[in-house]
């Protein structure tokens, strides 16, 4: 399907543990190629000429998300919250491809 996401694992009753995929369980600047890897699969699977950069802002504990297409660029960012939660990441992925598909939008 494109870029892996990682996995982390949680504590359940008794001892069971119970996996659950986030975009990346790497903080900080460490965390941005993985979600620029994550970021660039899920804009291709709704348009493939769309690239997407990412840096991460320390001073608002976010990641920057500059997506681009011909002279087209916006930019939108995701907190460190909602990329190291278990279970997020699809609310990432619809925002993500709501804003790829906004990118045709601007006028």
């Given amino acids: 399907m494109g870029a892996a996401l990682s996995t982390v ?6 001892g069971a543990y119970r996996n659950l995929a986030v975009i990346s369980p ?3 600047e460490a965390a941005s ?10 804009a291709r699977q709704v348009d493939d000429t769309v690239a997407v950069d990412v840096y991460y802002d ?17 930019v939108f960012r995701l907190s460190e919250a909602q990329i190291r939660t278990s279970g997020r ?8 491809k709501r804003k790829v598909k ?3 939008n601007l006028i």
Avoid: H, M, P
């Avoid at 320390?58 to 916006?74: C, F, N, Q």
């Fill in 9 to 14: 694992f949680t504590k359940r009753n008794e």
């Fill in 26 to 28: 790497k903080q900080g």
């Fill in 102 to 104: 906004d990118l045709w």
């Fill in 89 to 96: 990441e699809a609310e990432c992925e619809r925002t993500l």
């Fill in 33 to 42: 190629s993985d979600i620029q890897d994550w970021a660039n699969s899920v």
């Fill in 58 to 74: 320390g001073d608002s504990s976010t990641y920057v998300l500059r997506l681009v297409k011909r002279a087209r660029v916006l």
